[in-house]
């Protein structure tokens, strides 16, 4: 198994080495990253910020973006642009003091 993926890693380092989408930084992440395999404890190594719960988030964010990104999705779902600009709408009214405006909450919405 590790072999493989050690395989996968090279392959794809290649690849990542060929392509101009990936930036200097989405490469040295991508380096750390494997890095990692290269330790009998990653998490006592000095690239051990990577698997903090942190840096765990915001990967996975980032993979979520592209992925929608690469699916022509957008990345904020319509229904909750709806609720964002209802909520905008609402908060015009409540400056304008249209006081029905008060007695709406968007978050009544989710429930």
Do not use: H, W
């Not at 590790?2 to 101009?20: H, M, P």
């Amino acid at each position: 198994m590790l072999n493989s993926l050690l395989r996968f890693g090279k392959d794809l380092q290649k690849e990542a080495d060929t392509t101009e989408e990936l930036g200097d930084q989405e490469r040295k992440k991508m380096s750390n990253a494997f890095s990692l395999l290269a330790y009998r404890d990653p998490e006592n190594s000095c690239l051990a910020y990577i698997l903090a719960k942190e840096e765990r988030e915001k990967l996975a964010e980032e993979l979520n973006t592209c992925i929608l990104k690469c699916l022509n999705i957008p990345r904020v779902n319509p229904i909750e642009m709806l609720l964002k600009q209802v909520q905008v709408c609402l908060d015009a009214a409540l400056e304008r003091d249209i006081a029905s405006a008060a007695l709406v909450n968007v978050k009544d919405c989710l429930k």
